[in-house]
């Protein structure tokens, strides 16, 4: 089997990317140069050389360093458009964008300069590629319940109408436990939005059973401790709760060693919903495809198996019940066509 190809060839949802994650360093030295801000780097060589860490607190520093050439609604939509063309080429039939608002209106940004630009360029993907989306808004858990409370209210009519249509929780886990966000994530179901949260990449399973219990999400991000607690595991599999895996992120951060030893088959074995995603792809190198093609190589998947996540992709999207069936036929349409 041509792992690349079968791939690619399979309609699946992206549900774990930060979009300020997606910043390449050609675009992000592109960007300095033409708001003219000062960055400490000369070349894109030094750049790369930056994005090779192996502690999170290490990856935030430089990943929000990176941010700050982001400046206005070009910028914005340009960095947007740019992954959409990697995520239409690895066969992304739908994305679920991450973004981190306090990041930008912390350093003088307005709300509506980033959600604005991501979003014009949203809608020039589903006409130009024909790739849909939602925008979901982050708050930064090393920030106060009440920081997060004043972006929400920012973003108050970019809710109303539909455009945001989740909240986030992101950022370093450690010391800083689901809980710390219950009242802001009751107020967001309250307004309609669908919940996710960073759980379990290197905070406690016990974070990823307050993130389902205190905070009542729809869904985890990265998840992977949640496998020390065999009790949890069977309730999250139960309860159908997607997990938004990223496997390349997890060698660099989360205590993966080698690839061999990700988690993920294990994960599928005991029923739970993985998917595969990239998370921060310019910095943990590589995109969706690549994420599936690593895993897939190191853990002898089948194609079975990548029908599965395939699957999980779009069953733990928050897309509507008649465009979810849509990609689940065409998933298996393009599986049998494969032979």
Same mark, same amino acid.
């Given at each position: 089997?041509?792992?690349? !190809?079968?791939?690619?060839?399979?309609?699946?949802?992206?549900?774990?990317?930060?979009?300020?994650?997606?910043?390449?360093?050609?675009?992000?030295?592109?960007?300095?140069?033409?708001?003219?801000?000062?960055?400490?780097?000369?070349?894109?060589?030094?750049? =790369?050389?930056?994005?090779?860490?192996?502690?999170?607190?290490?990856?935030?520093?430089?990943?929000?360093?990176?941010?700050?050439?982001?400046?206005? +609604?070009?910028?914005?939509?340009?960095?947007?458009?740019?992954?959409? +063309?990697?995520?239409?080429?690895? &066969?992304?039939?739908?994305?679920?964008? *991450?973004?981190?608002?306090?990041?930008?209106?912390? =350093?003088?940004?307005?709300?509506?300069?980033?959600?604005?630009?991501?979003?014009?360029?949203?809608?020039?993907?589903?006409?130009?590629? $024909?790739?849909?989306?939602?925008?979901?808004?982050?708050?930064?858990?090393?920030?106060?319940?009440?920081?997060? *409370?004043?972006?929400?209210?920012?973003?108050?009519?970019?809710?109303?109408?539909?455009?945001?249509?989740?909240?986030?929780?992101?950022?370093? #886990?450690?010391?800083?436990?689901?809980?710390?966000?219950?009242?802001? *994530?009751?107020?967001?179901?309250?307004?309609?939005? =669908?919940?996710?949260?960073?759980?379990? #990449?290197?905070?406690?399973?016990?974070?990823?059973?307050?993130?389902?219990?205190?905070? $009542?999400?729809?869904?985890?991000?990265?998840?992977?401790?949640?496998?020390?607690?065999?009790?949890?595991?069977?309730?999250?599999?139960?309860?159908?709760?997607?997990?938004?895996?990223?496997?390349?992120?997890?060698?660099?951060?989360?205590?993966v060693p080698d690839m061999r030893q990700h988690p993920?088959?294990?994960?599928?074995?005991? &029923?739970?919903?993985?998917?595969?995603?990239?998370?921060?792809?310019?910095? *943990?190198?590589?995109?969706?495809?690549?994420?599936?093609?690593?895993?897939?190589?190191?853990?002898?998947?089948?194609?079975?198996?990548?029908?599965?996540?395939?699957?999980? !992709?779009?069953?733990?999207?928050?897309?509507?019940?008649?465009?979810?069936?849509?990609?689940?036929?065409?998933?298996?349409?393009?599986?049998?066509?494969?032979?």
């Amino acid at each position: 089997m041509d792992v690349r !190809s079968f791939v690619r060839a399979l309609p699946k949802a992206e549900l774990h990317l930060h979009l300020e994650g997606a910043l390449e360093p050609e675009m992000l030295m592109r960007l300095a140069r033409r708001n003219k801000v000062g960055i400490p780097f000369r070349t894109v060589e030094e750049i =790369r050389a930056a994005y090779r860490f192996s502690e999170l607190q290490d990856f935030l520093d430089i990943y929000y360093r990176g941010m700050d050439v982001l400046r206005t +609604e070009e910028d914005f939509h340009d960095l947007t458009a740019a992954y959409l +063309e990697r995520a239409a080429a690895d &066969g992304a039939v739908h994305v679920e964008l *991450f973004f981190d608002p306090q990041g930008h209106t912390g =350093r003088g940004i307005p709300f509506a300069v980033a959600a604005d630009g991501i979003l014009a360029a949203l809608a020039d993907g589903r006409e130009r590629q $024909g790739v849909t989306s939602l925008l979901i808004m982050c708050v930064l858990r090393h920030l106060s319940e009440e920081e997060g *409370f004043a972006a929400f209210r920012e973003a108050g009519p970019y809710i109303a109408d539909g455009r945001i249509a989740g909240l986030g929780l992101d950022s370093s #886990e450690k010391d800083h436990p689901p809980a710390k966000f219950e009242r802001l *994530f009751a107020a967001a179901r309250e307004a309609g939005l =669908r919940l996710v949260a960073h759980a379990g #990449e290197e905070g406690p399973a016990s974070y990823v059973a307050d993130a389902v219990d205190r905070l $009542g999400v729809d869904r985890i991000d990265h998840g992977n401790r949640a496998l020390e607690d065999p009790a949890l595991v069977r309730r999250l599999a139960g309860r159908g709760i997607a997990l938004t895996v990223c496997p390349l992120s997890n060698l660099r951060l989360c205590g993966v060693p080698d690839m061999r030893q990700h988690p993920l088959k294990r994960m599928l074995d005991a &029923g739970l919903k993985a998917t595969v995603n990239s998370d921060d792809p310019a910095y *943990f190198g590589g995109y969706l495809v690549d994420n599936f093609v690593a895993v897939a190589e190191a853990l002898d998947l089948d194609r079975a198996d990548l029908v599965t996540l395939a699957r999980n !992709s779009i069953e733990g999207s928050f897309l509507d019940e008649a465009a979810k069936q849509g990609h689940l036929d065409g998933i298996a349409r393009s599986a049998g066509a494969d032979g």
